[in-house]
């Protein structure tokens, strides 16, 4: 019968306690890679506050209060003199252009005329009258005492009516004449065109020699008034019924600021909503702006904007 081999125990008890300290030794230091990951794992922290929660987005664009301001021609004439250029800063009546007056002189110079007519002939009726006046009367006693025809008083009394009749109309042809001279002079006031507000020369479309028109559907300039800037954004209805005056926003400019990073958003709310819907006018794609049923959102800035231009392209984040 074959008998199993008696191996000694104690190499196997050695070889325990040394596996049991190296297990010990592994927990008890951690390596330098076991190290830098325990570190860079942050422990467990209490939750930070929420910040506002975003109720919509919309694209929109920097426009002034009550729009630009299109200066049309006051009436039909050349251009004399140009007073302002392109950039300039005006005040409310101050002379931006003249249109040359002769013409308007001429009209002037003919009214004042055909005023001294009528006030001539006027005063001649006038100077008429009292002699008029004085036959009549004693004509009329004349005749009642029987001294005279009683038809030569009645023509006597004709005559003095006559005279007072032509100093009627005289009267009222002066008053004519008068209300025509104002308007020359006025038209020759006209001539020279001044700033309706305090505003900013935006952009000149005439020169000296240029013949305007009244019919003309281009203005003569375009001026930027002196109000705030406001946002007009373009909101998707299905936003709508989140959106109300006072709803607060931050405003992003569609351009880099300095350094290649986006200048900061700029704080506004929101003052009006319009009453009806529109289609979009700020989106790229053309196809599309005739299915997208957009609302005009006109937004305030809290404080005065540095750095937005006329016109440019903002989005719009509307936030509790």
Request: contains cysteine; aromatic residues 4%; charged residues 20%.
């Amino acid at each position: 019968m074959t008998t199993n081999p008696t191996w000694p125990a104690w190499p196997f008890k050695l070889a325990a306690l040394g596996l049991a300290g190296l297990l010990g030794a592994c927990s008890g230091h951690d390596t330098p890679g076991m190290a830098k990951a325990n570190a860079a794992t942050p422990a467990s922290a209490p939750n930070a506050p929420a910040g506002p929660r975003e109720l919509a987005m919309a694209r929109g664009k920097i426009e002034v209060q009550g729009g630009l301001l299109e200066v049309m021609a006051p009436l039909d004439g050349t251009v004399e003199s140009l007073a302002v250029k392109e950039g300039d800063s005006v005040r409310r009546g101050q002379v931006l252009l003249k249109l040359a007056p002769e013409q308007a002189r001429l009209d002037v110079a003919l009214a004042q005329a055909e005023l001294k007519l009528v006030q001539a002939r006027q005063r001649a009726q006038a100077a008429r009258l009292p002699a008029a006046r004085q036959f009549a009367q004693r004509t009329g006693e004349a005749a009642r005492a029987g001294a005279l025809d009683p038809q030569r008083a009645e023509e006597a009394l004709q005559a003095q009516r006559d005279i007072e009749s032509a100093a009627a109309v005289f009267e009222a042809e002066a008053a004519v004449s008068r209300q025509k001279l104002a308007q020359a002079q006025l038209a020759v006031q006209r001539q020279t065109l001044s700033a309706a507000v305090d505003a900013s020369v935006l952009r000149l479309n005439v020169q000296p020699g240029t013949r305007v028109s009244t019919q003309a559907a281009k203005p003569v300039m375009v001026l930027l008034p002196r109000r705030p800037l406001i946002v007009r954004a373009e909101l998707n209805e299905s936003y709508l019924a989140a959106i109300r005056p006072g709803t607060r926003a931050s405003v992003s400019v569609d351009i880099d600021g300095a350094n290649g990073k986006p200048p900061a958003p700029l704080e506004a709310h929101v003052v009006r909503l319009a009453e009806a819907y529109g289609a979009s006018r700020l989106d790229d794609d053309v196809a599309a702006r005739g299915n997208l049923r957009v609302v005009d959102c006109f937004l305030e800035f809290d404080a005065a904007p540095a750095g937005i231009r006329l016109s440019q392209n903002v989005r719009v984040s509307f936030h509790e």
